[in-house]
């Protein structure tokens, strides 16, 4: 694997990005909205109900400004502001948190297309970096491509996203295809409405739609937590006999979650969290492709026994053929409803890792910029819009309706080596047979290489291993036989989290993994406090070096992982720790 620099943010762009936002936000002020630019924004977003447009829906009228003119203009940020009855500032200031969001001056011109290139760990090993390089300048006038940060498609590596289009296994003749058919279908249309309801989900795996769904029993376990048939407690005592947890990557128990919501007053939310933007994990992509009424379910349980009265999901901009895909099941299940269902909102994120961190995700739902809150007060006391809130992982609730349907016991007894559960694997790297690997909880990477993924490909050894993504940290192959769970690879400086295990070879280096990771850490920084902002940039420096100052690192690990607001930058030093550990031949000394 080549060691890539795409994500590299050098020290001095951390100023001068705050610096370059606020001279934006210097020039608008006071700035009065044009007649044309106020038509634009209303044709898009509609007239203001009476009340005002809800604040909450800023992302979401951003996302139809960028999605129509392909780029954010400075005028029709200030109409927005006017429209909205908002700072002009703070339209700016959430604006420019989101890299999927383009501000230009009004006399740029929008590029018309963009495509992103992943160049996560799992995809830079695919050859990423080297198509990146290969496409510049070669899609035609106005086609831009960039850099981008790891899109869930890690089995399918390298993978691009052609404007609104995922393209897998991608190489440079199938990106052009995708260019050229994705201009035609602008020119056809030309741009008369937002791009991702111009045409119909690209997803080529057939799934249970609504009605198939039913026929097969579905919802009736919901209707029947619902009309009172089951009882709430029976659910939680199940949940608690399976030791279900969550499988975002907290691992916290689930049943005493909901518990804790119980406790709380009415009204109460419910947020589902499905931006996995961890490199290397693709498993609530996977389950949500080809069963989305089976977590739809799951979540309407959850809803019941929680006592919850709304739902808000929050999907990653990277899938948009399952923003279309669920957006239509929703409407499916709203318009024959099995039961009294909730209110349930589909909401869309912006290309912000950092909102897979559950307070920067309800930052984010309240259509604000996504920085983690300081805690307490916690999210089940005060979470989305100041209400008591139940976060909760996507494939946490994919398993309920199983549970619950097979038993608890079904559930535990599946797990090996003296642990419970299953866990869902997202394999990708130098494996024959990269892909989502249902396993017990509990099996070793060797196992799961051997048993689930075909072996290694052909001509490569089990080097080292990522169990956890980015964040997890690397292990070597002499350590192929730990048992992999929420709890068992603490002492190891390692944690599974999202179960994502990357896989690399005697052809790569722990080094250039741990690099990628680094990188893609100070890229993904909120920015909001200094140790995480200024450390992940600092760190990754240091570490392109031949040798590594490991007194350096020290020092900056020590103070990421002990003054950073939330996980990324605790996490940050993790690949960086294990490296010096276990891979010290790499770097140049020992720890």
């Given at each position: 694997m080549q060691s890539t620099s795409s994500f590299f943010v050098p020290l001095a762009s951390i100023g001068h990005a705050s610096a370059t936002r606020q001279r934006r936000v210097n020039q608008l002020k006071g700035r009065q909205s044009e007649t044309q630019a106020l038509a634009d924004v209303r044709a898009l977003i509609g007239a203001a109900p009476q009340d005002g447009h809800p604040r909450d829906l800023l992302i979401e009228h951003l996302h139809l400004l960028n999605d129509h003119h392909g780029a954010l203009f400075?005028?029709?940020?200030?109409?927005?502001?006017?429209e909205m009855r908002l700072p002009v500032a703070e339209v700016v200031e959430v604006a420019s948190f989101y890299h999927h969001f383009d501000i230009l001056r009004d006399d740029e011109v929008a590029p018309a297309l963009t495509v992103r290139v992943c160049n996560s760990i799992s995809c830079a090993m695919a050859g990423g970096k080297a198509l990146h390089q290969c496409l510049q300048g070669q899609l035609g006038d106005g086609v831009r491509v960039v850099p981008a940060p790891c899109m869930g498609r890690c089995e399918q590596a390298p993978a691009a996203l052609v404007g609104q289009q995922a393209v897998v296994q991608a190489t440079p003749q199938?990106?052009?295809?995708?260019?050229?058919?994705?201009?035609?279908?602008?020119?056809?249309y030309t741009k008369n409405r937002p791009l991702d309801l111009v045409y119909e989900a690209q997803a080529a795996i057939e799934y249970v739609a609504f009605d198939a769904y039913c026929a097969q029993g579905g919802y009736a376990l919901a209707a029947a937590v619902v009309n009172g048939e089951e009882s709430a407690e029976a659910v939680l005592a199940a949940l608690e006999r399976a030791h279900l947890r969550g499988?975002?990557?907290a691992g916290f128990p689930t049943a005493r979650k909901w518990r804790t919501m119980l406790a709380h007053p009415a009204p109460k939310m419910l947020a589902v969290n499905l931006d996995e933007g961890e490199p290397g994990t693709f498993k609530d992509r996977y389950y949500l492709e080809r069963d989305p009424h089976r977590f739809l379910e799951g979540m309407l349980i959850a809803a019941q026994v929680t006592?919850?009265?709304?739902?808000?999901?929050?999907?990653?901009d990277e899938y948009p053929e399952l923003r279309a895909l669920l957006t239509r099941e929703i409407e499916a299940l709203q318009d024959n409803p099995p039961c009294p269902l909730p209110h349930i909102v589909l909401r869309r994120g912006a290309g912000a890792y950092i909102c897979g961190e559950g307070s920067a995700m309800l930052e984010s739902l309240e259509g604000k910029r996504g920085e983690p809150r300081l805690r307490p007060p916690h999210l089940a006391d005060k979470g989305l819009f100041g209400l008591p809130t139940l976060v909760q992982n996507f494939e946490t609730l994919y398993w309920i309706r199983d549970i619950l349907d097979k038993g608890a016991d079904w559930f535990e007894h599946l797990g090996v080596h003296?642990?419970?559960?299953?866990?869902?694997?997202?394999?990708?790297g130098r494996v024959r047979l990269p892909g989502m690997k249902l396993a017990p909880a509990g099996i070793s990477v060797r196992e799961l290489i051997d048993q689930h993924c075909g072996g290694m490909a052909d001509g490569h050894e089990l080097y080292a291993y990522l169990p956890g993504g980015a964040s997890g940290g690397i292990l070597p192959a002499s350590l192929a036989h730990l048992p992999m769970d929420f709890d068992s690879l603490q002492a190891y400086g390692c944690f599974m989290g999202s179960a994502a295990v990357i896989v690399l070879s005697q052809h790569d280096r722990a080094r250039?993994?741990?690099?990628?990771?680094l990188e893609f850490f100070a890229h993904e920084s909120c920015g909001q406090c200094t140790p995480c902002r200024v450390g992940t940039v600092r760190a990754a420096a240091l570490m392109q070096a031949p040798v590594w100052d490991t007194a350096a690192l020290d020092d900056l690990t020590e103070v990421l992982s002990e003054g950073s607001i939330c996980g990324l930058g605790q996490a940050a030093p993790h690949p960086i720790r294990c490296v010096q550990r276990y891979f010290s031949h790499e770097i140049g000394g020992a720890l």
């Open positions: 400075e005028r029709h940020l200030v109409a927005l502001a006017f199938t990106i052009q295809h995708a260019v050229q058919e994705a201009l035609e279908r602008f020119e056809k499988l975002g990557g006592g919850t009265q709304a739902c808000y999901i929050y999907l990653r003296g642990y419970g559960g299953l866990h869902s694997y997202s394999v990708s250039d993994a741990a690099l990628n990771a």
